[in-house]
Every structure is written in C-alpha cells, then in structure tokens.
C-alpha cells in the first residue's frame, strides 16, 4: 500500500499516517473482539443495563489500550533510529514474455473451462 501511495506522489507524512491507521485499525478490532468475547463469556451482556456497562467498559479499555499501543510503537521506532520517516523496502517486479504468456495461457484455458461446465459450445 505504501507503495501505491508513493507513487502517487502523496507526502511522506500522509503515506505514514495513512499506513500506521490501516494497521492500528485491525490492531484495535482484534482487541476489541478479544474483549468482547472475554465479556461475553462473563455474562457482560445478558440484560440491557449490563450490555450498556459492558459497553462503556470496552469503550473506555479499548481508548487505554490503543494509547498504550501507540506509544510503544512510538518508542520502538525511535528505538530502530526513526528520523521521522519510515523507510520501507519496495520490491520490483520486472515484466517478461514468459509470465505474460503464461497467465494469458493459464486464464484462457480457466476460460475455456468455465464456458464448457456450461455446456458451450457442446
């Protein structure tokens, strides 16, 4: 992804807020399903009054925790030397014949296939 947005000449600092959101955002739903199951187990949510309690507890664990989170990775990436830019890797992928062929080759027989389960042209 960080790449894709390089290329399209976005500043470094939107590529790296944009690429630290996308990760926080699955970090943050995998801990907030995690508690959710933990309150679930706990009868957090058998009754509306507790559903609401539970909620506002999983609200408030959930903004703590993502905090926590931040900062750790804060002081992990000023521990690894950032410099207020993360440098990442990009691989290069070069074109050749032979992979065009092949994935033209490979998608008309897939094709060919899909047609003839449908029974054409037979």
Same mark, same amino acid.
């Given at each position: 992804m960080a790449c894709f947005l390089r290329k399209a000449r976005l500043p470094a600092l939107w590529v790296e807020l944009f690429c630290l959101t996308y990760r926080f955002i699955? $970090?943050?739903?995998? %801990?907030? *399903?995690?508690?959710?199951l933990s309150q679930s187990a706990r009868w957090? #949510?058998? @009754? /509306?009054q507790n @559903? #609401?309690? @539970? /909620?506002? =507890?999983? $609200?408030?664990? &959930? &903004?703590v925790r993502s905090l926590y989170r @931040?900062?750790? &990775? #804060? %002081?992990? /990436? /000023?521990?690894?030397? #950032?410099?207020? *830019?993360? =440098? $990442? &890797? *990009?691989?290069?992928?070069?074109v050749s014949g032979k992979n065009w062929a092949f994935i033209t080759g490979t998608g008309a027989v897939l094709l060919f296939l899909a047609l003839a389960g449908r029974g054409w042209p037979f």
């Open positions: 699955f $970090v943050i739903m995998e %801990t907030a *399903e995690k508690i959710y957090g #949510y058998a @009754s /509306l @559903s #609401y309690r @539970s /909620l506002g =507890q999983l $609200v408030s664990v &959930l &903004l @931040s900062r750790a &990775l #804060y %002081t992990a /990436l /000023l521990a690894r030397g #950032y410099d207020g *830019e993360l =440098q $990442v &890797l *990009e691989e290069r992928f070069e």
